[in-house]
């Protein structure tokens, strides 16, 4: 279609200009990190089922996975994190 604004144009600056417009329009895409995700999900089930002390995945998370640029790994990491804490005392 071809809009009146455009008519005297160079069609290749029209088809640039199209082009940058819907390039901004894309949809933002996320980084997926295949090895981040393995590892923190090993990490998680070590950590549920005592094989991994808080202190351990503690130093993963600060060392590979706070602020991941996988959102998925950040945002699961730090759910996880906020599950646990080693500084409170029990009675047990």
């Given at each position: 279609m071809h809009h009146s604004r455009d008519r005297g144009?160079?069609?290749r600056a029209v088809a640039k200009e199209t082009r940058d417009v819907a390039t901004r329009l894309?949809?933002?895409r996320y980084m997926v990190d295949h090895?981040?995700?393995q590892a923190l999900s090993l990490a998680l089930?070590?950590?549920?089922?005592?094989?991994?002390t808080n202190d351990e995945f503690d130093d993963l998370y600060y060392g590979s996975w706070v602020n991941s640029s996988d959102r998925a790994v950040d945002v699961i990491?730090?759910?996880?994190?906020?599950l646990y804490s080693s500084d409170v005392e029990t009675d047990h």
């Open positions: 144009k160079d069609p894309k949809p933002t090895e981040a995700r089930r070590r950590l549920v089922t005592g094989r991994m990491a730090t759910s996880a994190y906020c």
